[in-house]
């Protein structure tokens, strides 16, 4: 069995609080978009492929019991509808992009002369769809990226360190990044998996060490100042994070202090990957500088579980994403196609890339 953090069964979203990972699950039950805005916003789901699938679904849960008299009529609601879903997280691109494909295919559908019953039932089966597709494109991501690291490694089981959530929870099943960890361990190759903590709001401790232990995959917790000195003596083999957007040179916004890892695997020569589904790659940048950076509330900062840690009075920073350059993106970015240098990849996903 997998963490399941999203269900969907007989047209009911039901969607898993990870705000109260690791201590109880309890799922929420999502029946339109506001709702479906409301759980991305407030980070009970995140991950940038789950907030794009999560949106679109309960968008699915929402034109289940509605009506519209026209197919205009419904693809100018379904429209307004995405646009407000892209709003609720501003630097993962995955939710954007879903809501410019479905705009796209409704006006395909719509030239073949169809009945908006039809289309409203096509427009649902694409959301269904997300989840599928997205698990198989992470199995090919663990699968490339478990290929590329034992080819980069002279050991024959590798020890990896990863940053944030990039698994089961973060995606429809199996994870980007943290789908290479799986794979690397399905095929015995796999020593040991370090995960950050993830301050401030402790994505890898709350729920990448949950999947970690949940799938009894060898693997350590760390603080993120504690990175440097675990590439110093531990000979780490790779640093494999996700991806909230890449843009077209492969400069990547992903989690804050990405970058800072990368900056220190690239001091230790220690190759540093990032996964991510052509789903999270926004060819119409050019460069990293112009991906919107999100800030978050002070208080995912100041507090921890609802107690506040921070001297009273303090002011903060606190950006959710950092963007790393592509030049330290030493490894490669693997994508469900294969595992490109950043100066390669817009050349070799750019007929399968919007
Ligand atoms: O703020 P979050 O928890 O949504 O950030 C998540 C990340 O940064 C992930 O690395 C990224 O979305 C990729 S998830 C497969």
Redesign the pocket.
Known sequence: MSLEAIRWKENKLEVLDQLLLPTSTEYIHVTNVEGGWQVINK?QV????A?AIVGCLSLAAELVNSSYSSCPDLIKAVTEKLQYLVTA?PT?VNMRKAADDMVTFMSEVQEKGITVEELKSKIISRCESMLAIDVDTNKKIGSFGAQSILGNSNAKKVKVLT????GSL??AGY???LGVIRSLHAQGSLDHAYCTETRP?N?GARLTAFELVFESIPSTLICDSMAASLMKSKEIDAVV????RVTRNGDTA??IGTYQLAVVAKYHEVPFYVCAPIT?IDTSLLSGESIPIEERPHKEMTEVAGVRIAAPGISCWNP??DVTPAALVTGGIVTELGVFKPSEMYEKIKSQAS
Request: contains cysteine; charged residues 15%.
């Open positions: 980070m995140r991950g940038a492929p907030i997280r993962a940053h944030c959530n990039t973060a995606t994870g980007t990044a709001y994505q994070v996700g991806a909230d992903n989690k999270s959710a994403f």
